[in-house]
């Protein structure tokens, strides 16, 4: 396994279980990597990881068609 290489995660509601380990995820909104000590923010609908509270909510929008 090579550790610089993208997680895949299951997120859910407080928590996330790693499905194929790795050292990052990559925003949904910025492209961002996010290491996985720093994940703080997703979303469980969509099941896409965000670097901030700033980046969800642009994503949000994007989706809403706004």
């Known amino acids: 396994m090579d ?3 993208p997680a895949k995660l299951l997120y859910d509601h407080g928590q996330f279980k790693v499905l ?3 050292s990052y995820v ?3 909104a910025t ?3 996010i290491a996985l ?11 896409e990881p965000y670097v901030s509270p ?8 994007e989706v809403a068609g706004a």
């Open 3 to 5: 550790s610089a290489a």
């Open 20 to 22: 194929w380990p790795g």
């Open 26 to 28: 990559i925003c949904a």
């Open 31 to 33: 492209g961002q990597r």
């Open 37 to 47: 000590e720093d994940l703080r923010y997703w979303s469980v609908d969509r099941q």
């Open 54 to 61: 700033e980046a969800a909510l642009k994503r949000a929008a």
